[in-house]
């Protein structure tokens, strides 16, 4: 078992070095597209990646409460637990960005090609100051018509733990005025933390029912958020606990 997973996870990151390969020109040209359309184009590359993970490593997903999902643009605050869903929510939910920091753009190729997404790219070196690079431009992304995905722990969480939840997403909607959508998920049970091997099964994401931040202070909007997350990660786990061999 263990060397036909290792077998079919190098596969997989075969195809997945060469498509950045193939799509990084694709992206490069997209740029001439305004930012909602090159989206599109560019999540062409995490459409393919989808289809190339099932059909090599036996990883798919199921998603329930799209219906949650507002008409207008709002903030994401989701579980991290793997790479699996910075590629995968790209297929699931609207024309979006990241905020990440912004040495990932300096990636060859990868980062490159990120950078055609018009992240938000923050500078860490003071946290007060990535604060507010964090909600100006959070909410120019918003004005454009695409949501914001952030991860309110700040790194990858291994399966079973819960890391602090900061505060940053929960304040960009509410200066924005607008919903926050909380989301959790399993991947990293099947795809780890820094793991080359990725596992077969079906991962699990549910999507909560929008928060409304007109009139809460971010603290509160934050902590409902982590508390929907953490209970709905508990449950997922009830149904499928994490082993001591979970990646």
């Excluded at 991947?187 to 909560?208: C, D, E, H, M, N």
């Amino acid at each position: 078992m263990s060397f036909t997973v290792w077998l079919r996870s190098s596969l997989f990151f075969g195809g997945m070095v060469v498509s950045i390969l193939v799509f990084w020109p694709v992206s490069m040209v997209a740029w001439v597209l305004p930012i909602v359309q090159r989206m599109r184009v560019i999540g062409a590359w995490a459409w393919f990646i989808n289809r190339w993970l099932g059909a090599t490593c036996g990883l798919h997903y199921e998603v329930s409460g799209l219906e949650n999902l507002p008409q207008q643009p709002g903030v994401i605050l989701s579980k991290h637990q793997s790479a699996w869903e910075t590629i995968v929510f790209q297929v699931i939910f609207p024309p979006q960005t990241w905020a990440l920091k912004r040495e990932a753009l300096w990636i060859p190729f990868f980062g490159w090609g990120l950078a055609a997404t018009d992240p938000i790219a923050i500078n860490r070196s003071t946290r007060v100051r990535a604060l507010d690079q964090l909600c100006e431009q959070g909410k120019i992304k918003l004005a454009e018509g695409r949501w914001v995905v952030i991860f309110p722990e700040g790194t990858r969480i291994p399966p079973g733990e819960q890391g602090r939840y900061f505060p940053g997403g929960a304040m960009l909607a509410v200066r924005a005025g607008v919903p926050v959508i909380p989301v959790a998920h399993n991947a990293g049970q099947y795809w780890g933390r820094r793991s080359f091997l990725k596992y077969p099964g079906t991962i699990t994401v549910r999507i909560g029912p929008a928060i409304d931040t007109r009139n809460v202070k971010a603290r509160e909007v934050n902590k409902a958020a982590a508390v929907w997350i953490e209970d709905t990660m508990q449950e997922l786990y009830r149904n499928n606990p994490p082993s001591p061999t979970t990646p």
